[in-house]
């Protein structure tokens, strides 16, 4: 029986269940509850009538017999009254009267057969019980502030955003809605909305959480925004919250952690295209719950009547089956399966399920939904071999980090099963680290640096794998002609001072050089004959690599004012042009709030390509950085730009 079968409609069920068993309570209080004397032993009897006196006869006085002590165990016996007994009143029956119940409303009372299929949820449903907190009150979190981040944990500032006008940072955040084309920029914009932030006034907590959550999901980054959501008791989560954090759950395969929502009812709100993930959904609960049985004959009912997908509902009961003594043997068929949803990425990782090839080979091609290259890239439960196809992407997203690229790297290098491409560049990778020759390390990063990738942006991401290796090489004159990718692989992890020790060894007005002069946190002025001499030599299309580095150059006040407009001509760039946007961003700077500069900065990086980035947006996102004491974050985006445009 389902919870629309008519008895679900709380008010007038439960007071119907009540009426009855009123009338069940109030004959047991009629039969149990008659009125009992309070009179001592010997006076409840009637007094006997009166005998008529006998006759008067001369009798000797007797003495009256003497009366018997009070015991010890009834010292409050009353003394028997010398007349008659008054009896009291037998109190007149108070019991409540019996509810008039329809024959209609009978009807809607659940059959025991029924009641003996309903789960946990809801029986507690139709009683009118389902709990509204699932953590003890001294245990609840406080709204005032939410997030992951403290400032002591390199978090922002946590109350940036508390005096900012919540039309303001509700559009920001709302627009987020796609990737970032800067690596550093992702990873900005992440710690921005990862941190531990109050509210803007006016804006409800939970709302501004859920626009953060959205805006992770959008990212990519599903295991951070479902750390945030639990950041906030799921008793308080509103209908976006719920919608938000379910993706989360889904798409890092921790489709469990879910049920919280589920029992408190917070998925119920949400719109109908989610209706048969919710009925999964609850009968996978059941069955963590100890209910087995009841899931099984849920799911089965939804693979019957077709609330969902045949794969849908047969991934679920997979991955049901695993709870309890309900085992049973689940053949997932994929033949007729054309396309790859959220639900079966997660739930087929969930289970250990392969996904075909025809599904699969678009996301590690880039092609297909990158979200799933994002998600499987962190998924543990993934084979080695695919996670590292995955994990190439997700570093040049920004989603890992270069030591975390490394350290995965190394478990297939550890791995013997492992052949092929990947097994290969973990091979070369191992060879860039020990071979004893710098030039025969530089060789294996070239190597790693050529190898054909059908990932996206593959070359960018075999820098990020080497970056570590290319710091061991030591600096050198001779290696002038491989500084360019040594420097830029270094600066993919942050490396600065290990680039910039190669300051003395580069030729003026090469690449190294320029990502040198932007990320060397000791930088100081460029002279004009030094630019000059780098957009000479520029052979990049459109001169992008000379215009960015002009732009990065001057949003760090490292090119002279004079300079910036000569070479702006020169490059027909107009970087006194004004926009909301740039305006907006301006402000945020000279107020000196880091937060709100961050997630305009992500504002404003949004592409699929650095093709789509103008070197006006790239001056004011690095300006804007430098002022709020981001310089480090504005640095590494800034040679980025040059380095990949």
Not at 41 to 60: M, V
Not at 180 to 203: E, Q, T, Y
Not at 472 to 489: F, H, M, T
Request: proline share 8%; charged share 20%.
């Amino acid at each position: 029986m389902t919870r629309s079968n008519g008895w679900k409609n709380g008010a007038a069920t439960i007071a119907l269940i009540g009426g009855v068993a009123a009338m069940f309570a109030a004959s047991a209080l009629v039969a149990q509850d008659a009125p009992t004397s309070l009179l001592p032993p010997g006076f409840d009897d009637p007094a006997p009538e009166p005998e008529p006196e006998p006759e008067p006869q001369t009798q000797p006085q007797q003495q009256p017999e003497p009366q018997a002590a009070p015991r010890p165990d009834r010292p409050n016996t009353p003394t028997p009254p010398s007349g008659p007994a008054t009896v009291q009143p037998i109190p007149q029956d108070t019991a409540p009267a019996i509810p008039r119940v329809s024959a209609s409303e009978l009807a809607r009372i659940p059959t025991v057969e029924e009641l003996e299929n309903l789960s946990t949820a809801e029986l507690d449903d139709l009683l009118g019980l389902r709990p509204k907190f699932d953590i003890p009150p001294a245990a609840r979190r406080s709204l005032s502030q939410v997030g992951l981040l403290a400032p002591e944990e390199n978090g922002l500032p946590t109350l940036s955003l508390a005096r900012q006008s919540p039309q303001l940072v509700g559009a920001v955040i709302s627009g987020i809605k796609g990737p970032l084309v800067s690596r550093w920029g992702h990873i900005l914009l992440r710690r921005a909305l990862a941190s531990r932030m109050a509210a803007p006034d006016g804006m409800d907590p939970v709302q501004f959480a859920a626009m953060r959550v959205r805006a992770l999901n959008t990212l990519g980054e599903f295991t951070v925004a479902k750390a945030l959501a639990q950041d906030i008791d799921t008793e308080n989560w509103s209908s976006g919250l719920t919608a938000q954090a379910l993706e989360s759950y889904i798409l890092s395969s921790d489709i469990t952690g879910a049920c919280p929502a589920i029992s408190l009812g917070r998925a119920e709100g949400l719109s109908d295209d989610f209706s048969p993930r919710l009925a999964m959904f609850e009968a996978i609960c059941n069955a963590y719950a100890g209910e087995s049985a009841l899931a099984g004959s849920q799911l089965d009912r939804a693979l019957s009547e077709g609330i969902a997908p045949d794969i849908d509902v047969l991934l679920a009961q997979r991955f049901a089956g695993a709870a309890g003594r309900g085992r049973r043997a689940v053949a997932i068929e994929w033949e007729p399966v054309e396309d790859l949803t959220a639900w079966r990425f997660g739930l087929s990782n969930a289970v250990g399920e392969p996904i075909p090839d025809n599904l699969i080979d678009p996301v590690l091609s880039g092609e297909g939904d990158r979200r799933f290259m994002l998600a499987g890239a962190v998924a543990p439960m993934i084979g080695l071999e695919q996670r590292a196809i995955h994990a190439r992407g997700a570093a040049a997203a920004g989603v890992l980090s270069s030591t975390a690229l490394i350290d995965l790297y190394s478990q297939v290098h550890a791995d013997q099963q492992i052949a092929g491409d990947t097994a290969e560049r973990a091979a070369l990778l191992r060879e860039a680290y020990v071979a004893r020759d710098p030039m025969a390390r530089i060789d294996a990063m070239r190597q790693i640096w050529d190898a054909p990738d059908p990932g996206p942006d593959a070359g960018f991401a075999a820098r990020i794998l080497t970056a570590f290796a290319s710091a061991r090489i030591p600096p050198n004159a001779e290696l002038s002609l491989q500084a360019d990718d040594l420097i830029a692989s270094m600066l993919t992890a942050g490396l600065d001072r290990d680039a910039a020790a190669w300051r003395g060894s580069v030729d003026e007005g090469s690449l190294g050089w320029a990502l040198i002069a932007i990320a060397d946190p000791d930088g100081g002025m460029m002279s004009e004959n030094a630019v000059d001499s780098f957009v000479d030599d520029d052979n990049s299309a459109g001169s992008r690599k000379s215009m960015f580095l002009i732009a990065g150059l001057s949003g760090l006040d490292r090119l002279a004012d004079s300079d910036l407009r000569s070479f702006a001509n020169r490059l027909d760039v107009d970087f006194s042009r004004r926009t909301r946007w740039t305006n907006t961003i301006s402000r945020a700077a000279e107020v000196g709030n880091p937060a709100l500069v961050a997630m305009l900065a992500g504002l404003g990086m949004q592409g699929e390509s650095w093709e789509q980035m103008t070197p006006l947006h790239l001056y004011h996102i690095v300006s804007a950085l430098n002022d709020v004491g981001l310089e480090a974050e504005a640095r590494m985006i800034a040679a980025e730009a040059v380095a990949r445009g």
